[in-house]
Structure formats: structure tokens, C-alpha cells
């Protein structure tokens, strides 16, 4: 490990970066900027600027060898072990539909599914998907879509959008991997966060959803305009 650096302002777009603001912060060779001293970090990422000031330490990664499955595609990338599954999937493969929100897995924009399972994406690392199956918004249907997305259109849910392939991405799991028999269970279950505010059309998706997977037929119910200017 190289010795601690002070001193310095580094501005980067490059996200994969993983802040322990209680501690010191670790980041790899390959996002260090060509200032041979950092103190101060100034991050941008989407409309979210973070401050910090701590000691920042540098640690060299040796690249290793990560295959793993992606949308049903055998995929071998070589890369740093601890590189978070967000930023393979953006920056090494170009599948930008899963977005980064928090970098601390609590409003799971960065949500995809491993082996048929809701993950984030932002705080795993790629090491531990290893040799397993990992989906994104991109690869969840080959073919048209899916009742989950076909849900979201005729509901409408979508505002600015920035959470919703993570959001369908963990409905998706819950519906095909519990037997929660309604709309309210399944709410419960996801802790997935919209900035814009869209949970009562969420809901009305849900009951729909429900209903199609309880009854084989679906009930569309569009919010009227006084439930939407309640919202």
C-alpha cells in the first residue's frame, strides 16, 4: 500500500469510487487523477455533490480474471476483484440502465438481480458475483416485455424515471420469488426509494399485478386526476 497523500483538489466524474467518510477513504490507482496529492475531494455525480475532508490512502488493486454471466452472456473481464458490480455493468459492458442513486445501497436505483434475486449493485463487488448469473433491466425480457413493465407503462409511473429500472427490477424478484398474495405485502417488501414521489401509482400496478398472476386476468385501475393532485 502506498503512503497516505495530503494536499491537493481531485474533481472526477469517475464514480467507481467508494467513500468511508468515518474512516479514511480508499480508492484504486485507476481513478486517481495525475495530481500527486489529494486533501480535499470534490465528487459530481448526477445532481449530488459530496464534500469531504479526510485522509485519503491509495491501494493498489491487481487486476484478476471475473467471469460471470450477464443477461445470459458469458463474460470474462479483466479487472480489479473489489470493482463494484454497478460500474462493471456501466463502464466495462455499457448497460447504463442501471443507475447509481446513493453509493451506500439504501434507495436502490442501483437494484439488479443475481441468480434470480434482488442485489445492489452499488456495494457489491464483483468478486462475489463471480461465476453467477446477473440480470439487468436491459436483459429482463427477450422478448417484449415483461407484465412488470407493461404494469409500469399503462399506470404511467415513470416522472423523471432515474429509479425505476432498479425499482422494477426488485418487484420483479419479489413477485417471482415470494408468494405474497397482495399488493400490500408486496409494497412492504420493497424498500426501494422514488425522489418523485410515485408510490400510489406504484401501488395501483402492484394490485394489478396481483390480480393478473392471482386470477390470470389483469386490472388496470388509472388513478382519476383528483387521487393524482392528492399525490
Given at each position: 500500500?502506498?503512503?497516505?497523500l495530503k494536499?491537493?483538489?481531485?474533481?472526477?466524474?469517475?464514480?467507481?469510487?467508494m467513500?468511508?467518510?468515518?474512516?479514511?477513504c480508499?480508492i484504486?490507482t485507476?481513478?486517481?487523477?495525475?495530481?500527486?496529492?489529494?486533501h480535499?475531494?470534490?465528487?459530481?455525480?448526477?445532481?449530488l455533490v459530496?464534500?469531504a475532508?479526510?485522509?485519503?490512502?491509495?491501494?493498489?488493486?491487481?487486476?484478476v480474471?471475473i467471469?460471470?454471466?450477464?443477461?445470459?452472456?458469458?463474460?470474462?473481464?479483466?479487472?480489479?476483484?473489489?470493482?463494484?458490480?454497478l460500474?462493471?455493468?456501466?463502464?466495462?459492458?455499457?448497460l447504463?440502465?442501471?443507475?447509481?442513486?446513493?453509493?451506500?445501497?439504501?434507495c436502490g436505483?442501483?437494484?439488479?438481480?443475481?441468480?434470480?434475486?434482488?442485489?445492489r449493485s452499488?456495494v457489491?463487488?464483483?468478486?462475489?458475483?463471480?461465476?453467477?448469473h446477473?440480470?439487468?433491466?436491459?436483459?429482463?425480457?427477450?422478448?417484449?416485455?415483461?407484465d412488470?413493465?407493461?404494469?409500469?407503462?399503462?399506470?404511467?409511473?415513470?416522472q423523471?424515471g432515474?429509479?425505476?429500472?432498479?425499482?422494477i427490477m426488485?418487484?420483479s424478484a419479489?413477485?417471482?420469488n415470494?408468494?405474497?398474495?397482495?399488493?400490500?405485502?408486496?409494497?412492504?417488501a420493497i424498500?426501494?426509494?422514488?425522489?418523485?414521489?410515485?408510490y400510489?401509482?406504484?401501488?395501483?400496478?402492484l394490485?394489478s399485478?396481483?390480480?393478473?398472476?392471482?386470477?390470470g386476468?389483469?386490472?388496470?385501475d388509472?388513478?382519476?386526476a383528483?387521487?393524482?393532485?392528492n399525490v
Open positions: 500500500m502506498d503512503k497516505a494536499a491537493g483538489i481531485w474533481l472526477t466524474s469517475d464514480l467507481s469510487i467513500l468511508q467518510l468515518f474512516n479514511s480508499v484504486t485507476k481513478t486517481v487523477a495525475s495530481s500527486p496529492s489529494l480535499g475531494i470534490i465528487i459530481a455525480c448526477t445532481d459530496i464534500y475532508t479526510c485522509q485519503v490512502t491509495i491501494q493498489k488493486e491487481e487486476k480474471m467471469e460471470l454471466t450477464v443477461n445470459g452472456e458469458s463474460r470474462q473481464l479483466d479487472i480489479e476483484s473489489d470493482m463494484p458490480l460500474w462493471v455493468l456501466r463502464n466495462e459492458l455499457g447504463t440502465g442501471t443507475k447509481f442513486g446513493c453509493g451506500i445501497a439504501a436505483a442501483c437494484t439488479v438481480q443475481v441468480n434470480g434475486n434482488a442485489m452499488c457489491t463487488p464483483v468478486s462475489a458475483v463471480q461465476g453467477q446477473v440480470t439487468t433491466i436491459e436483459g429482463l425480457s427477450s422478448n417484449g416485455l415483461t412488470v413493465q407493461q404494469a409500469w407503462v399503462e399506470h404511467q409511473i415513470p423523471c432515474y429509479c425505476q429500472s432498479g425499482m426488485a418487484v419479489h413477485l417471482d415470494s408468494s405474497a398474495s397482495s399488493a400490500d405485502e408486496t409494497a412492504r424498500s426501494n426509494i422514488c425522489r418523485c414521489g410515485t400510489p401509482r406504484i401501488r395501483r400496478a394490485a399485478l396481483q390480480e393478473q398472476r392471482n386470477t386476468v389483469q386490472q388496470f388509472p388513478a382519476t383528483a387521487q393524482e393532485n
